[in-house]
């Protein structure tokens, strides 16, 4: 797992294969069949215009009631609204959604903590995430494979928070090229018993690595590249790892 | 990230200091200052004789009506039970609780997948976590500490299921000599922001990244050795990732 060097900042229009290209090279990797690139939300994102300029917003009735209640701007409630399916939880500072693309996560993923637009308050902008970032994946990935000949995956990944547990970790939003889930069931463990019931999430896991490996700070990069993920290439997505609601009992 | 070989088959009362030492050895690698094992919570409780033969347990009245309920074997729920502080959720094939140490997971994280005892049925056995996996990790490290002379990180995971989404991920259970979550509020962000809410658990990250290291099955290793974990060496325990109760929405 090597972070790229010298990606360059993205904004709006921007074509991220070839900015992916361009640091495949200052980074002197040389893609074979089988690799994985990861790369943030926050690129594909930017690329894609998702930056929002909050004082652009028109808020609801519906999003200024929430607004009270979880004490967080009225626009920004507007944003997370629009983007979700449905609330889940909320409370003063948070609001817990199924995104239009099925994710639970807070504010529907929309981040205000490192976006700037080119005009007015800082302050007033915010980023959301790719409307469908499976898409936005293969989209990327095909473009890779045309420019360097070979098969790879491309796996967009967020940070997000749990259930249960406290801390950010990598997940993936959006993947084409690689499996999402890797069913093991019947295969022979470690001991030769056959595993019973694992499904191994395996995108997320590398998600999780990846992350890590970025960084979220300013010596992080937005792109890593991955050699020897340890199962077959596949053609997975990110809505496979979502859990249907009528499976999940922690809705 | 590399993954140990020859790590020999743990049996009850096994040191698993001289193991991991003799497989670092024959995996040719040598300690540095700030390196970490991440090991699988099995060869931990195996060596701590955590394997229960489930025709000695005995079954109270609770376990057999949640067993009932949930369709399970009585004594595998007696002991579920035991090794919980609460049950969240309960439905056919299905227990979600919280464990004595306060993880939120199924079935206490006892499994039945891959170990066998040295008598009777092999259906029969079932291999608990270990009691306290914090301590655990801390013995180990000690261990490890006091032969190579090195000051190193212990981390000990789980596979384990999550709420929202499909497929396991590796989770950390117990560690020590590593931080379990890195605060980088106010630190800058790639595009110099201030991060705002990013509290990493940088300990589950890497629990993920080696248990798609390591694998499930049988070509997979119980250890892998990591240089270069991204985060300053600290004192982190697992039970600073566990959520308190008053601050988890989805309980």
Known sequence: MTRLVGVKPVTAGDNLVDILINSLKKSHIRLKNGDVLVVTQKIVSKSEGRLVNLSTVKVTDEARLVAAEVEKRPEL????????????????GTIIVETRSGFVCANAGIDHSNVKGDWGDPEDWVLLLPKDADASAERIRKGIEEVAGKKVGVLIIDSV????????????????????????????????????????????????????????????TPVVHVRGFPYPSGDGSARQLVRSKSQDLFR
Chains 1, 2 share one sequence.
């Open 161 to 220: 928070g749990r259930a249960w547990r406290n801390g950010t970790i990598g997940m993936a939003i959006g993947l084409s090229g690689l499996p999402s889930l890797v069913d093991l069931r019947g295969v022979d463990d470690l001991y030769n018993y056959k595993l019973r019931v694992t499904v191994v999430a395996a995108a997320d896991g590398l998600a999780a690595a990846a992350s890590l490996m970025m960084g979220e700070a300013a010596e992080g």
């Open 77 to 92: 409630v507007q944003l997370i609204l629009e983007e979700s399916n449905e609330v889940l939880r909320k409370r003063p």
